[in-house]
């Protein structure tokens, strides 16, 4: 039996006994880090945003105070704004900056056990405090080698720790409860970039390893970053509708988007958060929407609550996405090479249509002659060549047009800098 196999078979074993969908729950990374402006009014904003298409929390990324200031008081903001607006959130500490008090060879590294237990001492009672099996959520990016047994020693944590390995599962003795991959982009691990289409070879390991326990089980529609010390693109074109298909064959016990509003990395499905504080990547992030994937991933994340293979579409509707150059294209006044896996990229435009029955789909990208396909009822994703200047969309059925226009951004011929983020519009 493969390992994809035995995970499907765990998790209608879960399915049947009631104990995967009594708890399932949608979360979004959330980048606290800036957000240092941030009131509750702007976070109940978001959460509006959120609750719309089912997301119940934000987990809540966020280094310790000695490195953002505001850390405390923007967490006591979320929670607030949780708290009043029927929703959850939990702390996801970031050990690029908390430090590992169990293997520290100095006493400063111990301080951040109980700094950890403190910080969540003050949330962890409050009502937006999300839960699973009664215990207080509490997870990582990274830092999979962090003891949370003195922390349970004193708190109802439930600890879904990011492990970037998943035979990390079965070799650790760190009192963690489950787990959270990082690895929602086509990887054969850290920041690899392969060619391909996703696959669930990653989590499958996570979910044969973990037994019953829970599996946080990560989705994300893009990767494109381009700062000094990270420039690169995954190969991740489609992979929004790829990825909900194989949560939905999964059924994991719990699901995190990466992410909710991380510009950087270009993986943001929020709005542009206008009282965010700007780490450089309103570059490749301003003028740049990608609000629209939200309409897809609605109908996902209702067939994954309520256990369905399919997602069920109850009213046309089209999503259209594509970068703003295409890719051989040098920029003429960039500090910075292109992004590393440039050359694994198509140059392609990406249409999901989520169709009540069959229509007729016609692009036309720039130059480029017209090209209709006949599609299916449902979500369906398609692609066509990129042609150069305005991107034109339109659903027709029975002869009569019910969806389209022109996308919001024209495809360049030139660039002063490099972009591999995508833009993102719908009807």
């Known amino acids: 039996m493969t390992l994809k196999a035995i995970a499907a078979a765990v998790s209608l074993l879960l399915c049947a006994s009631g104990v995967a969908s009594a708890q399932k729950a949608v979360y979004a990374h959330f980048m606290v880090g800036i957000v240092e402006n941030y009131t509750v009014d702007d976070w109940k904003a978001d959460m509006v945003d959120a609750k719309s298409i089912g997301i119940d929390g934000f987990a809540l990324n966020c280094a310790p105070p000695r490195v953002d200031s505001y850390t405390p008081k923007q967490l006591s903001n979320a929670y607030q704004a949780a708290g009043e607006s029927d929703f959850k959130v939990f702390i996801s500490f970031d050990f690029a900056y908390w430090q590992n008090g169990t293997y520290g060879f100095c006493s400063r590294f111990a301080y951040d056990t109980a700094l950890i237990i403190s910080t969540l001492q003050n949330y962890s009672s409050l009502p937006g405090q999300a839960k699973y099996d ?223 029955a069959p229509a007729t789909l016609t692009v036309t990208s720039g130059s480029l002659p017209p090209i209709s396909v006949n599609i299916s009822a449902g979500i369906v994703t398609s692609n066509f060549t990129i042609g150069v200047g305005t991107q034109t969309f339109a659903v027709n059925r029975n002869g009569t047009k019910i969806l389209g226009g022109d996308g919001g951004l024209k495809i360049a011929s030139t660039c002063t800098t490099y972009n591999f983020n995508a833009y993102v519009g719908g009807f």
């Not at 998943?166 to 920041?191: C, H, M, R």
């Not at 326990?213 to 989705?219: D, K």
């Not at 500090?335 to 009540?356: E, H, K, Q, R, Y």
């Open 134 to 356: 009664g215990g207080a959520i509490a997870s990582t990016f990274v830092g999979e080698f962090f003891d949370w047994a003195p922390v349970k020693a004193v708190l109802n944590v439930t600890a879904l720790p990011n492990m970037e390995d998943p035979i990390q599962v079965t070799e650790l003795k760190t009192s963690f409860d489950g787990a959270f991959s990082w690895y929602a982009w086509p990887t054969d691990g850290g920041n690899s970039i392969i060619p391909g289409s996703m696959t669930t070879i990653w989590d499958d390991k996570f979910v044969l390893w973990l037994t019953s326990r829970p599996y946080m089980m990560p989705v994300s529609p893009w990767f494109s970053t381009h700062f000094n010390s990270k420039n690169w693109v995954f190969i991740c074109e489609q992979l929004i509708t790829d990825r909900w298909e194989q949560v939905l064959a999964i059924q994991p016990q719990l699901v995190e988007i990466i992410s909710w509003n991380d510009f950087g990395e270009s993986h943001y499905i929020s709005g542009p958060q206008p009282h965010h504080s700007d780490d450089g990547s309103s570059q490749w992030a301003a003028g740049m929407p990608h609000d629209a994937w939200r309409h897809i991933m609605k109908p996902y994340i209702a067939a994954y609550k309520a256990g369905a293979s399919a997602p069920t579409v109850d009213a046309d509707g089209l999503v259209y996405w594509y970068r703003p150059t295409p890719k051989d294209i040098r920029c003429t006044n960039d500090t910075l090479p292109a992004p590393n896996g440039i050359s694994l990229l198509a140059d392609v435009v990406f249409v999901t249509t989520m169709l009540t």
